[in-house]
């Protein structure tokens, strides 16, 4: 089984305790859309870009 499905639900589990400029790096990430668009929401409170291939970089804003 691959993580990739989990990366939304392991995000919301560490978003309350990542500090405003904390980086978050996923491996693999154009295989989980449901991640990739909660980071890439402005609302969500982060700064996210592609990477790499399939890396995606965000930092937490807030």
Partial sequence: ???KPLYPDILA???GRLRPGAMIVADNADYSPEYLARVRSAPAGHLSLPFAEDVELS???S
Avoid: I, N, T
Wanted: proline content about 0%; cysteine-free; charged content about 20%.
């Fill in 1 to 3: 089984m691959s993580a």
């Fill in 59 to 61: 930092a937490k804003l």
């Fill in 13 to 15: 589990l560490l978003e």
